[in-house]
């Protein structure tokens, strides 16, 4: 069995329940070597060093593209595999319908079959990590232990990882314990499993992503919003972002948006320039997890340290503050390279990819040059608009929590909801419809709650009553609100023009809050007046925001019908409150 090299004895040495973990997963494993990750910048540097040396990490133009790296998947392992993907809970009802269940003395058993003896030859590395500031009372600490180098880097990047952390959990003693090999890269052997009772994930078969950096939506969602739901808090896929004023006045949104509505956009987005004085700061760009605080507000703190984000699309123009984070130190994952060694995908203004995300020399026929799922790996430090209150041990009070979905017709481009529970609602109603681009049918609704539903890690209904539990014990609940920037005209053209200018619709969101800005009473909740919305210099079509900002009674019949029958799915655990929500604003529609 291999052995804890001497010179990290004293890392070993921190926390005998992680050592012994460590140990019984050798015994199963069987690697060759045990690297316990200090998290030192020179590690980092090493390990990038030598996956380079080995052929790994291919290194990009030094000269445009400094610090940074590519690396190629293997073509069957590209994105997350949801269909694969359990929660492990021993009451299948706990799992609820949105999730694949299996009875965790199964999974278990399954799991170690493919664990056994998957690292000889390899080497295990100990992974110790905090999700969240590596001081505050808000985070939670795990360990992932892996067979690739790949993870390790991206968890340095992605998490509080190294010494501190394993420091904090020798103090604390609880932690998450994930389990990861790449395996064979077999398809048919990759399954990830989360078995929430026991704070603990297993993931084989896959090298990619959330698949295999264990701390982001395995621990951070699925196993967190469990913790979060016995704890009293709530973890979310949310943005969270600062809206500073011309006063120096900073409110802080949280945020919730299905794939393709424009999140990343949201999270780092630039004012246009007839807002002279306002300034947006980037909090965190994909997950948020909320708590209680004494003064009755929501805190909120963004439990990662870095970003994983989706690279096609990605320039100057669509989102500057992300093109301009990536332009150094960063790790690409399946993106195209130019023949000057540039990293390259489908977006770019200028270049031409040599060869593309499978190292072939680029042929148009062989489809996208950049995998349309290829990634960027960067510290969030590294972002022009990073907010400092990322490192507030205490998080950042949230005035707004915003939904947001994809929707042509029925969704305004703004509403409030009446109340939390109403806000839970719409919420639990949030729906995205498909593009020809993704699915070759248009206008396909996909329900997707809180833009939660591949990572809430129990059933949601009990998640629906969590929600509301917890907004009943705050005396300063934000205001909850629902987006969509998406809405077309009956020729196919979108009304709104998006990208900096949902500063507006962000403005009037926080006046809202702040009680300065009016609205219009509807059957869906509280929608800005023609006045109420700040459109100066803004060149819409003429009847565009009155369509934008129109409620159309049968559309919004046939859309409480759709939202009833899928909440229907959920049954007796459904919680009173929404069944009565859902009532109210049907009766408020037939009285229009």
């Known amino acids: 069995m291999a052995t804890v090299p001497d010179r990290l004895d ?49 290194p990009l ?64 590395y100990v992974v110790p990590y905090c999700m969240g500031p590596i001081d505050s009372p808000l985070s939670r600490c795990g360990v992932e232990i892996t067979d690739s180098a790949y993870v390790v880097l991206n968890m340095r990047l992605m998490t509080r990882m190294g010494r501190p952390a394993l420091e904090r959990i020798g103090r604390e003693g609880v932690f998450v314990k994930g389990l990861h090999s790449t395996g064979d890269l077999n398809p048919e052997r990759r399954f990830i499993m989360h078995f ?21 939506k395995c621990h951070a969602l699925r196993i967190a919003s469990w913790q979060a739901r016995d704890e009293g808090w709530l973890a979310e896929h949310m943005l969270i972002v600062g809206i500073e004023n011309p006063r120096g006045e900073t409110h802080y949104l949280a945020c919730a948006f299905p794939s393709a509505c424009g999140k990343t956009n949201l999270a780092m987005l630039i004012p246009p320039a007839s807002y002279q004085g306002w300034k947006i700061w980037t909090v965190g760009d ?133 109340n939390w529970t109403h806000g839970v609602l719409v919420g639990a109603g949030v ?18 709650p809180m833009a939660m539903k591949p990572f809430a890690g129990y059933n949601f209904a009990d998640y629906w009553s969590h929600w509301i539990k917890l907004g009943s014990k705050l005396e300063r609940a934000p205001r909850i609100f629902h987006v969509n920037w998406f ?58 925001l009155e369509e934008l900002l129109a409620v159309d009674p049968a559309t919004w019949g046939e859309e409480f019908d759709a939202i009833a029958a899928y909440l229907d799915e959920y049954g007796d655990r459904l919680p009173q409150g929404l069944r009565r929500e859902l009532a109210d604003a049907r009766n408020r529609l037939a009285a229009t």
């Open 10 to 58: 004293d890392l070993a040495s921190i926390s005998r329940e992680v050592a012994a973990w460590v140990a019984e997963v050798a015994r199963l494993t069987l690697p060759d070597r045990i690297h316990w990750c200090d998290g030192s910048e020179p590690e980092f540097q090493e390990m990038q060093r030598q996956l380079a040396a080995d052929g790994e990490l291919i």
């Open 61 to 124: 133009n030094e000269a445009t593209h400094p610090g940074c790296y590519l690396y190629r998947s293997d073509p069957s392992d590209v994105a997350r595999v949801e269909h694969v993907t359990y929660v492990c809970t021993k009451e299948r009802e706990d799992a609820g319908p949105n999730n694949h269940w299996m009875a965790p003395a199964q999974a278990h058993r399954q799991m170690d079959d493919l664990f056994r003896g998957c690292m000889r030859g390899r080497t295990l």
């Open 196 to 216: 929430p009772e026991s704070l603990t994930i297993k993931s084989f078969g896959s090298g990619y992503g959330g698949n295999a950096l264990l701390g982001k």
């Open 286 to 418: 994909d997950i948020a997890w909320l708590h209680p605080g004494a003064d009755g507000r929501l805190y909120a703190i963004n439990p990662e340290s870095g970003y994983f984000g989706v690279v096609p699309g990605t320039n100057q123009k669509t989102n500057r503050n992300a093109f301009e984070t990536i332009r150094r130190d960063t790790i690409f994952t399946n993106v195209a390279v130019t023949t000057d060694g540039r990293p390259w995908w489908e977006g770019l203004p200028d270049g031409e990819p040599a060869y593309d995300w499978q190292g072939r020399a680029y042929d148009p026929a062989n489809g996208p040059a950049a995998h349309p799922n290829s990634r960027f790996t960067v510290a969030a430090t590294r972002n022009p608009s990073y907010s400092r209150a990322s490192e507030a041990p205490g998080g950042v009070p949230i005035s707004a929590i915003v939904f947001g979905g994809r929707r042509r017709t029925v969704a305004p481009l703004v509403y409030q909801a009446r």
């Open 431 to 448: 729906a995205s419809e498909t593009t020809a681009a993704a699915t070759g049918a248009v206008g396909v609704v996909r329900r997707d």
């Open 487 to 544: 809405r077309q005209n009956e020729r196919g053209q979108f009304l709104w023009p998006g990208f900096g200018e949902n500063m507006r619709v962000l403005r009037w969101i926080i006046e809202r809050c702040e009680g300065t800005a009016g609205a219009v009473d509807t059957a869906i909740g509280h929608l800005p007046g023609p006045r109420d919305l700040d459109i100066q210099g803004l060149d819409l079509a003429r009847g565009a």
